[in-house]
């Protein structure tokens, strides 16, 4: 099996990356060449998966190392234009690595379908009489995907509650439980909503309005967990000891305070979801669920814990819902998804959310190890200088010297880039 600790990859030149990623991953010449933005998401296509299409637009793609989730080595496809975010997880990957990597497990792929019912005489009789007809409701859902069901898939259960308070009095609302294999299944849970909805009017008496998924997935949970020896948590004048305590101080902060606990789990999303859009899957659900499960209690909190093991190492948790699929979708029609999944190595919807709540629990050690330390402006605005300078109208030849000048005198800011390239260009002519 190939590692995916490459020690150097950063240093890499672009096409010495695509080229060590190609080999990891069996690429072909064409998929090598989709990476590269040749043929890739063209007019044609994306025209086909949207409406009112002028253009396609591009973010970079980068690749994670030294992951190993559940003792399987992976390199991680990861899309997003924020700076220091592929840089962190990798590096936390590899402090996980000396504790045996990254641990994840999933729930069954069950997601929530709800309609809602209105009108309705007598509620808690007609909860009584839909659940009566639970087998016959389930057994109509099931006819409307058979691929599903013959998958394994298919409807498993069906819940009732009364809302006997609302703006526009009582309604019933219906939860239609769907296990949607290696799809994420909205389509798949909508259709089946949609088809029972007729039968639940006639059986309450009442009037259905809406029938639609939920993306509060709480049924389709993602759990990762990770072990860090003190020993490597150290790193220049700072002790394991004190980056150790600075991580378990600062998860505290977010679970006493909603204010903190928001820029947190953005900072986990920050891996999650450049994870998912990689993989062509929809991150709008991915963040609707996560922030809702983390606010569930009635108040904002964590998605992740940070604690001290009976040997003092290090340990993280986090868990949320994340409803993402290999099948349907942009996942199957984006080229450069299908290419993301396949340098994944993974085959089915479970597999990659492990994967993915491992990136963000890295990304999440990542975020609080910079703040519990040296401040999380030092390694990102080094990192950031070099989209400064870009945006002062360095060419390419002048980018490093400009990010040199700037991280020197610690002022990483456009005005100061254009100056500094100014000088640079006054000192010796820019090459035509």
């Known amino acids: 099996m190939p590692s995916s600790r490459l020690v150097g990859f950063y240093n890499l030149r672009p096409e010495e990356r695509l080229e060590q990623t190609s080999q990891w991953a069996a690429l072909t010449e064409q998929e090598r060449a989709i990476l590269q933005g040749i043929p890739g998401l063209d007019l044609p296509r994306a025209n086909q998966m949207i409406e009112n299409v002028i253009g396609v637009y591009g973010l970079p793609l980068g690749i994670a190392v030294n992951f190993t989730v559940n003792g399987r080595d992976v390199l991680v496809p990861m899309v997003i234009e924020e700076p220091s975010v592929v840089a962190g997880v990798s590096l936390t990957a590899k402090l996980a ?4 990597g990254f641990q994840a497990i999933t729930t069954a792929p069950e997601m929530i379908g709800q309609i809602q019912v209105l ?7 007609a909860r009584f009489d839909l659940l009566a007809a639970r087998d016959d409701l389930l057994a109509q859902a099931d006819e409307t995907d058979p691929v599903i069901l013959r998958l394994g898939g298919g409807a498993r259960d069906l819940e009732v509650r009364v809302v006997e308070q609302s703006p526009v009095g009582p309604m019933l609302i219906v939860h239609l439980i769907l296990d949607c294999r290696d799809a994420m299944g909205a389509n798949a849970v909508n259709t089946a909503c949609e088809a029972i909805a007729p ?8 009037r259905v309005g809406l029938r639609i998924l939920s993306n509060l997935a709480e049924r389709r949970l993602a759990r990762a967990r990770c072990t860090i020896p003190l020993d490597v948590l150290a790193f220049r004048e700072f002790s394991g000891e004190d980056v150790a305590r600075g991580i378990v101080e600062a998860g505290a902060f977010a679970a006493a305070d909603p204010y903190r606990a928001a820029t947190h789990n953005k900072g ?20 609707a669920g996560a922030h809702a499960y983390a606010a569930r209690s009635g108040r904002y909190n964590s998605l992740s814990t940070w604690a001290r093991d009976a040997d003092g190492h290090l340990v993280g948790t986090l868990e949320m819902p994340l409803a993402v699929g290999v099948v349907g979708g942009a996942t199957r029609v984006h080229p450069t998804a299908q290419l993301a999944l396949k340098i994944l190595g993974v085959q089915t919807a479970r597999e990659l959310a492990e994967i993915i709540v491992a990136v963000g629990l890295a990304q999440n050690l990542a975020a609080l190890r910079a703040l519990a330390t040296e401040g999380i402006q030092r390694g990102h605005m080094r990192l950031h200088a070099r989209q400064i300078a870009v945006a002062a109208g360095a060419r390419e030849h002048e980018i490093e010297p400009v990010v040199q000048r700037m991280t020197a005198g610690g002022v990483i800011r456009l005005d ?3 100056a500094v390239l100014a000088e640079l260009r006054q000192s010796k002519p820019a090459a035509e």
């Open 97 to 100: 690595r000396t504790g045996g």
């Open 119 to 125: 009108d309705v005489p007598d509620p808690w009789s």
């Open 199 to 206: 039968r639940i009017e006639e059986i309450t008496g009442g």
């Open 268 to 287: 986990i999303m920050n891996g999650v979801d450049a994870v998912v859009i990689a993989t062509g899957n929809d991150w709008r659900a991915v963040e």
């Open 416 to 418: 100061h880039a254009e």
